[in-house]
């Protein structure tokens, strides 16, 4: 079984003249990580993390085409199942809307906080990196 691939979002926006980014919690294990899924049928990477976005968070907005970072986990998914080697490409949302009503509410929580704060919460040193070192001022356009 070979490494799979996923693609994340990392949500941003901009309030009281700061940056926050969106941390969602997993189901089961509620660490706290970036809206993430599997390629899908028809969607470009970013597309597909956009639609993420979406389903996990309930934040709609206009997500950059361009990987701003890699990170690598290891998914458990059932007991019985093989752990699941993942790579997760992660590309930039800037947030246009947050719904109230989306399709995993009441399954996760979602917190806004600053690059700085969401780099702690994160579990994976790698995923922490790329929070930690978020500036959506350099982010072509």
Known sequence: MGVRT??????WRIRNNKVQVLMVQTRRRKRWIVPKGWPMEGQ???K??????????????KVSPVCIGLYSYIKY??????????????????????LKDYPEKGQRKRKWVSP??????????ELAQILRHFDPTTLRR
């Open 6 to 11: 996923q693609f994340g979002t990392l949500c």
């Open 44 to 46: 470009t990477p970013a």
């Open 48 to 61: 597909a993390a956009a639609t993420e976005a979406f389903e996990e968070a309930g934040v709609v907005g």
């Open 77 to 98: 998914p059932k007991q019985s199942d093989d752990p699941l080697p993942c790579v997760v490409a992660v590309f930039p949302l800037k947030t246009e809307k947050v």
């Open 116 to 125: 700085k704060k969401a780099a702690e919460m994160a579990s994976v040193p």
